[in-house]
């Protein structure tokens, strides 16, 4: 799931640690509802870990924080509106998020591996992770082999919901159950 919309929306939030706006939160415990979930997994950045904290409490579900699940470091870009960056950088970016990384950001494939490595990690219970935009992409090509352009054709607006069964072993088998945005 990506976090309920950020109290500053509109602008590149990779580090920045905004929180999400009470409409936002509310989003994500509604989308939620239904989901047979056994553990919660969050980025420890505030708009993702308050959404998951407001699902998992009433639930009883203790939620698990994992820098591992934070967004994409846009380093200089951090915060600022897509309006307010080069565009010939951005759309190079856009482009090749692993060649043109953002100015003393991240480059994608540490994004890829970070959370490939999160997802390794995770045990066969149905989880639900609340991250971000990017979190979610990268998730999707780890495990789907998407590649750069595919994957920045889902939509995924805040409370998105992006349901993966996924098989352990190997090769690991991935089913993609559906997406509620």
Do not use: K, N
Request: hydrophobic share 45%; net charge negative; aromatic share 6%.
């Amino acid at each position: 799931m990506r976090h309920g919309a950020p109290e500053v929306a509109g602008r590149l939030l990779g580090r920045t640690d905004d929180p999400a706006t009470a409409a936002g939160i509310a989003a994500c415990v509604a989308r939620a509802e239904g989901l047979a979930i056994e553990r919660i997994e969050t980025s420890d950045l505030v708009r993702a870990r308050a959404c998951a904290e407001a699902i998992g409490g009433p639930r009883g579900v203790s939620v698990e924080v994992d820098p591992r699940w934070q967004e994409l470091d846009f380093g200089a870009w951090d915060g600022l509106p897509p309006t307010a960056i080069d565009t010939a950088e951005l759309t190079a970016f856009y482009d090749d998020p692993d060649a043109s990384p953002p100015p003393g950001g991240e480059r994608w494939s540490a994004l890829q591996d970070r959370v490939a490595r999160a997802l390794a990690g995770m045990p066969p219970v149905p989880t639900l992770v609340v991250t971000h935009g990017g979190t979610i992409r990268a998730a999707l090509a780890a495990l789907c082999g998407f590649d750069r352009r595919q994957i920045w054709a889902f939509d995924l607006p805040c409370a998105a919901v992006v349901s993966l069964r996924i098989w352990p072993g190997q090769p690991r088998t991935v089913q993609i159950v559906g997406l509620a945005t």
